[in-house]
């Protein structure tokens, strides 16, 4: 079982920018990866996802434009820049790895791996 691990979160004012890590236990090229957010009393919502290789990348509408999602293989590392930030981004962020053959995935279900969480806090 890969063990995933988010760094990167913390607080920043609105329009500000933050990059979240999340590093890998073991072999993960071979599987679309992504990330999600959940705040208090809600699902645990899609933002991104990437494709093994890096070269797919989807994202949810609305971080379309202001995240930007990527992968080291190498480093086994997985990131999400965010800019642009505003208040309805604060959540705790999840990286997730996807069962193996679900390109297409995103809904959480499609995901068999996660990290612990990192909490990320937009003030206005």
């Known amino acids: 079982q890969v063990q995933l691990v988010e760094s990167g979160g913390g607080l920043v004012q609105a329009g500000g920018s933050l990059r979240l890590s999340c590093v890998a236990s073991g072999r993960t090229f071979s599987s679309t990866m992504g990330w999600f957010r959940q705040t208090p009393g809600k699902e645990r919502e899609f933002v991104a996802r990437l494709s093994p290789s890096g070269g797919m990348k989807y994202y949810a509408d609305s971080v379309e434009g202001r995240f930007t999602i990527s992968r080291d293989n190498a480093k086994n590392t997985m990131y999400l820049q965010m800019n642009s930030l505003k208040p309805e981004d604060t959540a705790v962020y999840y990286c997730?790895?996807?069962?193996?053959?679900?390109?297409?995935?995103?809904?959480?279900?499609?995901?068999?791996?996660w990290g612990q969480g990192t909490q990320v806090t937009v003030s206005s």
């Open positions: 997730a790895l996807a069962i193996r053959g679900y390109y297409s995935a995103n809904r959480a279900a499609d995901f068999n791996s």
